[in-house]
């Protein structure tokens, strides 16, 4: 693949994200390499960060499109934005970023047309890691990626992806063959598309969309419209409302992200229903009736990450980062705040996914190729480094 120069990790500030019965299956569970090193242990008081500008600290902090030197555009797949790290992919509509401390990133980013994953990074040339056999219709095809709890010892990812069958959750590794983990998932015309987390307690969350059929959502019996859990084999994970079924939540039409706090005290779900867009806070054996926010005007709410005091909502149709004020009890305190839209940071346009790296830095892909108007580095992922919060929610 081509890509830009090759360059040192020196990002320039993206933007002001501040308050500005189940199928399964068995294999063999044998690792996928055996050089993999533990992840360092980190925290947010101490985990290095990226080598940043300095940040102006008033409460509108400048994006780099307000800079005095302007980033020239893209020529071919060469981005001269420092905050691109993988250029001219397709349809990035699913991100996973690898273990990391911080002062550089690397994360597999999923192309849902294709099925091929490539492996990115601010310190290294873009590689092919994997390509799944999927079927793209229906808003189907890759659309989720996680990694695996022990993934520093046995290199395996977590797909979500739609095939010629249905709709399923396969796992595999760098040169290796996917093999089934959840299938039989519905499928249908529309709403095939899914999400994945990976669970701070080494379980797998799994949001599915209602294939096309909204009354699925609260059909019991049905995998489609919910958020499963699911253990990393594919069966239903202890400690669920119903021992012997995967199912968590309801309520789904077609997901867009998942994300949560590191210790996964607090999780959230995006969906785009039919009449609205909205954000759930997923409870254990809840319905999902009660969103923590709506947008009416249905930007295509997409990823999500969770900053602790703002949660930021990437979009495809508005193009933007939507970034809500949490309260001290997390629950959405006003109105949100439009980032990378061009005015307030660096447009990349349709944001396909969104993923954190540590508790300021995410990484998001776009889907330019999909519906949008891109340029000539498209489809693209990019670095959003959190800069400090002028404010939160209310009290």
């Known amino acids: 693949m081509r890509r830009g120069p090759r360059r040192s990790w020196s990002i320039a500030v993206l933007a002001a994200v501040a308050v500005v019965p189940v199928g399964c299956a068995r294999f063999d569970d044998s690792t996928a390499a055996t050089d993999w090193r533990d992840a360092p242990e980190l925290s947010a008081e101490v985990a290095p960060q990226p080598e940043l500008p ?6 509108a902090p400048r994006g780099p499109s307000q800079s005095e030197t302007p980033v020239p555009p893209p020529e071919g797949c060469t981005d001269y934005d420092k905050a691109v790290i993988a250029t001219c992919l397709d349809t990035v509509s699913a991100v ?3 273990p990391s401390d911080g002062s550089t990133v690397t994360a597999l980013a999923g192309e849902r047309r294709s099925g091929r994953v490539f492996l990115v990074g601010t310190d290294g040339e873009q590689q092919e890691f994997a390509t799944l056999d999927v079927e793209a219709t229906g808003d189907g095809g890759l659309t989720g990626l996680a990694l695996s709890p022990t993934y520093a010892e046995d290199g395996l990812v977590f797909a979500y992806i739609t095939t010629p069958a249905d709709n399923r959750v396969v796992r595999f590794a760098q040169g290796q063959a996917p093999k089934p983990v959840l299938t039989g998932i519905p499928k249908g015309s529309t709403n095939n598309r899914g999400a994945l987390l990976a669970g701070a307690d080494g379980t797998l969350l799994v949001a599915t969309g209602d294939a096309g059929n909204a009354k699925a959502t609260a059909d019991p019996a049905s995998l489609a419209g919910k958020v499963l859990r699911i253990d990393p084999s594919g069966k239903p994970a202890k400690g669920n409302p119903k021992a012997d079924s995967a199912v968590y939540a309801s309520g789904l039409h077609a997901p867009g992200g998942m994300c949560g706090t590191a210790d996964g005290s607090r999780l959230w779900v995006t969906d785009q229903a039919k009449e609205h867009d909205v954000v759930y806070r997923i409870e254990e054996g809840e319905d999902l009736s009660v969103p923590a926010w709506t947008w009416k005007d249905k930007p295509g709410v997409s990823g999500c990450a969770d ?12 193009g933007n980062v939507q970034n809500l004020p949490l309260t001290e009890d997390g629950s959405v305190g006003g109105e949100p705040q439009i980032t990378l839209d061009g005015e307030n940071g660096t447009a990349y346009g349709r944001l396909g996914s969104l993923a954190q790296v540590t508790g300021d830095v995410a990484v998001a892909g776009t889907v330019n190729k999909d519906g949008g108007a891109p340029v000539s580095s498209d489809d693209r992922v990019v670095i959003i480094v959190r800069q400090p919060a002028s404010g939160s929610g209310r009290d």
């Open 96 to 98: 996973a970023p690898l």
């Open 54 to 59: 300095e940040v102006d600290e008033s409460p």
């Open 307 to 318: 900053w602790t005091d703002m949660l930021a909502v990437s979009t495809e149709e508005a």
